[in-house]
């Protein structure tokens, strides 16, 4: 391989130095400033976010919209300006609602971004300065200290115990000892390349000199931006339910209006006439209503996730969660709480827990010398606060300050007591670091690091009843415990002391202390929250760029791994061609050492098997997939802005529990959607079968345009809103998901469509005959069949409200919203046929008392029917009746 064609990390500081034209003093200013108008700022291309005017444009995109629109057109042709006015105002007002919901969800996402790193030091000409990280260019050389964070690309020159905690980048959740001077290979994979930092990756201990090599998009972080920002927005399962639903309604409507104006025709009906029943059809197999139920239900839904701490950014989202079927997600800062702990101390002859609270273990003074080294060896900080802990430098050094003082010892007291002598510093090559201490009763050394290099060190171990002698037997069993421990997912330190070491020498006989176990635990709840969505069928999958030990440890620590399920590395996912990739990942409950990129590629493979695929994740290595998957869900306090500027939904709480509240919400959205959809569907088919059926028969029109417009957009749609605050069905979250191809209307919604409308239909036509048997003019008659379908519409509600029947009181009051509803429409129709002005233009006369217990039993009998089905089938079927919800 030529030298051009070595990636940076392969190349030694003197090849990327003279490849960049620069050298260890750095670029002069007019070289630096040629290069930055040469290449641009070092900045981020954020991705773009939708326009405002696409946003409002997509509020009135979809078959039943431009179905409506269409409406309106005929309606407006024909001299019906009512109509035309009326469906363009509820067009209007749901693509305000929309827009608004969206917008208020974008305003809340700009208060969380705050993105690029803000000041760098540099060393131009021999001179070192403080500037704008943006105005960095390649060949610019850095300095790097404890604190700062990377402000580019760059290529190590120098180190001193550098440690860099790339866990946004790579999910390694532990420091990354860095080494300027190790050769490394080409095919390097980016967790171990050692001689490289990385953009936007924090600087957690030591301190280095680097060369910049990338900048802006060019960077690991900008090609990952690049990669998310390549996606476009797909469409939702919502998006696609409902245009699947519109093109069988347009078909209907012009099927049916021109199977109206047939036989209107036929039957030697004026022209007039005739336009006006193939209009009347045309409105009536439209709902007027449904964008606007669809959206309020959404709407409302997005507000209810607010307050459980979960903000939906685009609002169709808000049901896509109730439709996931596989939730891929990071494990660092997802899974676990994304802080390192020590969770267990290892002693010659018991382990001894870390979490049992202040003054655990002091009784065995071995624990407090060995609490008390991970203390002093020690160069990070670590302060209680009112929210926990706050800490700075190394994560593992900081956990050992943690624990020792939730055993009950003081590190700012131990450091006052043993004062720092001497210092022999942590190298990637020594592997360990030791200090020196004036301690109470002498000089004292503490030594803390890898047991493999710590071991040697030791001539004795700390036994219950004093040091004892280390033989071969001893350190074979202590090497065993470390490679148990490392089994388990725990990283491992070896704690010493012993005398100080002279001069130039390195310790040594040195009395090993024990072990400490570290990890980044599972966060509370998350076990549980797993098991919720097992039983919900949703297939949880943890993505991770850590370690497979460790994956696999915390995997089984939260019940992640159900018989039968594997764990497979990165290196095998990348192998994998596309064709088999989806049968490994249904298989496949744990991927560890992932890239980007192969995220990317898992959740695309597990989208065309059919699966609804929710990503979390919190880490710039998690943007890409989270834009790709069909709802992507990041963390709003730890998660990155790239992570938080893909997402669909950010979870303000950090919580992982909070994404089953979401899922089981999305549900209940999904179910109140389709109950909308069914209950407003089967209104609209029993005003198609009466305008159809009375045509065929020969019979006056029993409907008129206006009139069915009325019915859609008031008797109608006021009961259709309430839907969408129906509470949850029983056992909402212990039945599988609704499939990607799973269509609003199932085989079973479609005959309750039907039956449901049959019903209603045939009582409004019996309502039409009774009234044109008594010899009533036909107005008169057609007042009793509008008068009938609208009371029949509103009992369908509660038929409507529930799968099973609504049998109780409690049942019935459970969606107070509803009552009004039915008792607000009730009362507009009541004033439809008794206030005059109102009467005249819809052609409603007043009715006799017989003629409204006509119109009120024939109404109420579907609904009655109805119930008595729903009643029987869930006996037929040998099922207990849902439990009746609790009345406040």
Known sequence: ??????????????????????????????????????????????????????????????????????????????????????????????????????????????????????????????REDEVAADTLVPGDVIILEAGQTVPADARLLTTHDLALLEAPLTGESAPVAKAAGVELPAETPLPARRTMAYKGTPVVGGRGEAVVVATGMATEVGQVGTLAAGFGEDRTPLERRLEALG??????????????????????????????TTIALAVAAVPEGLPAVATITLALGVHRMARQAALIRRLPSVETLGSV??????????????????????????????ATGPDAGRADPRVVAALRAGALANRAAASRQAGGWVVAGDPMEAALLVAAADAGLDPAALRAEYPETGELAFTSERMYMATCHAGPTGPLACLKGAPTRVLPRCSHEA????????????????????????????????????????????????TLLGFVGLEDPPAPGVAATIGQFRRAGIRTVMLTGDQQATATAIARELDLLP????????????????????????????????????????????????????????????????????????????????????????????????????????????????????????????ELAVVLLAAAAGWPAPLHPLQILWLNLLTDTIPALALAVEPAEPGIMARGPAGARTPLLTRASRREVAGYGSLIAGATLAAFAWGLGRGTAPAEAAALAFLTLAFAQL???GTARRTGPVVGWGAACSNPMALGAVALAAGLQVVAATWHPLASLLGVHSLTRLEWLVVFVLALAPALLGQAWKLWRARSDDRPLPPEPALD
């Open 1 to 126: 391989m030529t030298l051009t064609a070595l990636p940076w990390h392969a190349r030694t500081a003197e090849e990327t130095l003279a490849a960049l034209g620069s050298t260890a003093h750095g670029l002069s200013p007019e070289a630096a400033a040629a290069r930055l108008a040469a290449t641009g700022p070092n900045r981020f291309q954020a991705i773009r976010p939708t326009p405002l005017l696409r946003i409002l444009l997509r509020q009135f995109s979809g078959m039943l919209v431009v179905l409506l629109f269409g409406a309106a057109a005929i309606s407006l042709a024909t001299g019906d300006q009512l109509d035309a006015l009326a469906i363009v105002a509820v067009l209007l007002l749901n693509g305000v609602l929309g827009f608004a919901t969206e917008w208020r969800a974008r305003r809340a996402m700009e208060g969380l971004l705050g993105l690029e790193v803000g000041r760098a030091r540099v060393r131009r000409a021999g």
């Open 247 to 276: 093109r069988p309604l347009a078909l209907l409507a012009v099927g049916a209006a021109a199977l109206a104006g047939l036989l209107a025709w036929r039957n030697g009906v004026p022209l007039p006439v005739v336009l006006q």
């Open 325 to 354: 079927s596989v939730i891929c997600t990071d494990k660092t800062g997802t899974l676990t709480t994304g802080v390192m702990t020590a969770t267990l101390l290892r002693l010659a002859d018991r382990d001894l827990p870390l």
């Open 463 to 510: 036994g219950p009843a004093g040091p004892r002698l280390l033989d071969d037997a001893a350190r074979a069993r202590l090497l065993e415990a470390n490679r148990d421990l490392a089994r388990r997912g725990l990283r491992v330190l070896a704690l010493a002391e012993g005398p100080p070491p002279g001069p130039g020498e390195e310790p040594t006989g040195f």
């Open 563 to 686: 018989a039968g399920a594997e764990t497979r590395d990165g290196a095998e996912l990348d192998c994998l061609p596309d064709s088999e990739l989806a049968a490994a990942g249904a298989r496949t409950a744990v991927w560890s050492r992932v890239s980007p990129a192969g995220k990317l590629r898992l959740v695309a493979a597990l989208q065309r098997e059919g699966a609804v695929v929710a990503m979390l994740g919190d880490g710039i290595n998690d943007a890409a997939a989270l834009r790709k998957a069909d709802i992507g869900v990041a963390m709003g306090r730890r998660g990155t802005d790239l992570a938080r500027e893909a997402a669909d939904v950010v979870l303000a709480d950090d919580r992982f529990a909070t994404i089953a509240i979401a899922v089981a919400e999305g549900r209940v959205i999904h179910d109140n959607v389709r109950k909308a959809v069914v209950y407003l569907l089967a209104c609209n088919m029993a």
């Open 795 to 797: 009992f369908h509600l």
